[in-house]
T-cell receptor, first 112, second 114 residues
């Protein structure tokens, strides 16, 4: 049972490039989330999903897209990367019976 | 919308002593949950303790306990017998309603000194 896994761990992008952050959970959780953490700040919700095929915006969705084709996977797409997207990105999940969120190890992204 | 405020950006404590981290929140929800997460230098988010708003009894997990004051919307974390491994960022978080979304405070950096 690996829990929540994220790839890559680190990435440097040039301005205008695109990439996908991968997130997979093996706990059969319906709920999945993407957060970003800027230096000296708490986590802010980007997008979330309550099940396969269902996604919704969080607090800071601009510049990102998500999809949820399976229960296990919840990739986050960055189109036209900007320096403001330099951050640490966390994926998390929970079941609909347990409100504790389980977090992945994070991806540190730098856009230069 | 919910807000979570942690008014102490940094704190320090001597090993084996007790420290209390403060958190206040604002919400119109009647049913909600509160959490303290620990983030060590490895950046992994680790759940320390949780409190259900409908429970009057304060939650306790080994050396960690909370002081939950619902009327005052206050949720402080007490760490007893502090250990060097407790050095980390600590985040207070709120979960309300039915969608399980978390709202985080900005965090308190706790340093335990030998």
């Amino acid at each position: 049972n690996a829990g929540v896994t994220q790839t890559p761990k680190f990435r440097i992008l040039k301005i205008g490039q695109s990439m996908t952050l991968q997130c997979t959970q093996d706990m059969n959780h319906n709920y999945m989330y993407w957060y970003r953490q800027d230096p000296g700040m708490g986590l802010k919700l980007i997008y979330y999903s309550v099940g396969a095929g269902i996604t919704d915006k969080g607090e800071v969705p601009n510049g990102y897209n998500v999809s949820r084709s399976t229960t296990e996977d919840f990739p986050l797409r960055l189109e036209l990367a900007a320096p403001s997207q330099t951050s640490v990105y966390f994926c998390a999940s929970n079941s609909d019976r347990v409100y504790e969120q389980y977090f992945g190890p994070g991806t540190r992204l730098t856009v230069t | 919308a919910q807000t979570v405020t942690q008014s102490q950006p940094e704190m320090s404590v001597q090993e084996a002593e007790t420290v209390t981290l403060s958190c206040t929140y604002d919400t119109s929800e009647s049913n909600y949950y509160l959490f303290w997460y620990k983030q060590p230098p490895s950046r992994q988010m680790i759940l320390v303790i949780r409190q259900e708003a409908y429970k009057q009894q304060n939650a306790t997990e080994n050396r960690f306990s909370v002081n939950f004051q619902k009327a005052a919307k206050s949720f402080s974390l007490k760490i007893s017998d502090s250990q060097l491994g407790d050095t980390a960022m600590y985040f207070c978080a709120f979960m309300g309603g039915s969608n399980y979304k978390l709202t985080f405070g900005k965090g308190t950096l706790l340093t335990v000194n030998p």
